[in-house]
């Protein structure tokens, strides 16, 4: 048997033997890097840094061709870095190169696209196919609870073909938590889940969070969709890391204007644009949400009302003075017409 601070390759594994580094995050990447392809100029990961807690949902957003599902894969050990290294409790994650079957025993992995669907079988038989014959009663029991969990007990019988892209996405998590993953992650888990149903996959994914002690990290392309549901976040640019941390914080303090830009669509300021707003700041550039400006009525005010946009519960009202436009929130609704002319009141700003 290993001991506690070395471990030997499994039956699936390659001929490495790997020490175990105390004192690290529960998952932890350093300094990692990747190339999408062999050519010189390929953008790809580059020098990551970065912890993941037990127990907790981690969102990697960013836009699209960021790395964010090249990272999910290195993270499961399906890709090989090209520098750096993940460990997971302290061990270093295996690469395709050093298991017979790529993937950490202690992860699953769920597709964007539910590549591992048996699209022709039924829900109760693509879930239970993950579990062993040794004991038909225990499989039975498990393969009833997480399809409970996820709430899709009644759609046993049907064949996934035959199922919503709501549907479908509940029994691949289902299929992946069958089995007791520590660890579970999810590529673009609400991408295919119509918005009706995408508060009910949330909130049942933070309840099985909370109750069987997981660890979740998912990509996503839209910040809107995991602000509310994760713990923490990893922002990423051209395979860069931009931000990480909980999402309040990064939103309430961005660190750069591509987080700014991300989470909230900010107003992102020139110096010479702040000078006739805030004369009193000395900055490159100012980072301001739409929510920290005021607009007050004024017929000698000078900005102009160039367009009131309904968003459902708030207006979007755009404002300009010269050669500076600001992107407001308005909750007051009818407050504003285009072409009146408004003062700018600033009620929160971060410095660049």
């Known amino acids: 048997m290993a001991s506690d601070t070395t471990i030997s390759s499994s039956s699936c594994a390659g001929p490495v033997s790997e020490e175990r580094k105390q004192g690290l995050a529960y998952i932890h990447v350093e300094q990692l890097s990747k190339k999408f392809s062999d050519k010189p100029d390929s953008l790809g990961l580059v020098d990551l840094s970065f912890g993941i807690e037990e127990?907790?949902?981690t969102a990697i957003i960013g836009e699209s061709g960021s790395g964010k599902s090249t990272l999910l894969r290195l993270i499961y050990g399906l890709l090989k870095p090209d520098a750096g290294e993940i460990r997971f409790r302290g061990w270093k994650v295996p690469t395709?190169?050093?298991?017979?079957?790529?993937g950490h025993e202690a992860m699953r992995l769920v597709s964007q696209h539910f590549d591992d669907l048996n699209t022709y079988a039924n829900v109760w038989d693509n879930v239970a196919s993950?579990?062993?014959?040794?004991?038909l009663q225990e499989k039975h029991d498990k393969t009833e609870i997480a399809?409970?969990?996820?709430g899709i007990l009644r759609l046993a019988k049907q064949r996934v073909v035959d199922l919503s892209g709501g549907e479908k996405q509940r029994v691949a998590i289902a299929r992946a938590l069958v089995s007791g993953p520590e660890v579970l992650l999810m590529d673009e888990p609400f991408n295919q889940v119509d918005a009706s149903f995408r508060d009910h996959l949330q909130r049942d994914i933070r309840k099985i969070v909370d109750e069987m002690g997981l660890t979740v990290v998912l990509v996503s392309h839209d910040p809107a969709e995991v602000?509310?549901?994760s713990d923490a976040i990893l922002i990423l640019k051209s395979g860069k890391l931009m931000a990480a941390g909980?999402?309040?914080?990064?939103?309430?303090?961005p660190p750069n204007i591509y987080a700014a830009s991300l989470l909230a669509r900010s107003n992102i300021l020139t110096a010479e644009e702040v000078?006739?707003?805030?004369?009193?700041?000395?900055?490159?550039?100012?980072?301001?949400?739409?929510e920290w400006i005021d607009l007050v009525p004024d017929a000698n005010g000078d900005f102009v009302v160039e367009s009131v946009l309904f968003k459902g519960f708030y207006e979007e009202v755009m404002v300009q003075y010269k050669n500076i436009r600001l992107r407001c929130i308005n909750k007051n609704f009818t407050s504003y017409r285009v072409g009146e002319r408004v003062q700018v009141k600033i009620l929160n700003f971060v410095l660049c």
């Open 55 to 57: 127990g907790k949902i």
């Open 96 to 102: 395709p190169e050093e298991k017979l079957i790529p």
């Open 130 to 135: 993950r579990l062993s014959n040794t004991n």
């Open 147 to 150: 399809l409970n969990s996820l």
């Open 227 to 229: 602000l509310a549901l």
């Open 246 to 253: 909980a999402p309040a914080a990064i939103y309430n303090n």
């Open 275 to 290: 000078e006739p707003i805030m004369p009193e700041i000395a900055a490159n550039e100012v980072i301001i949400h739409p």
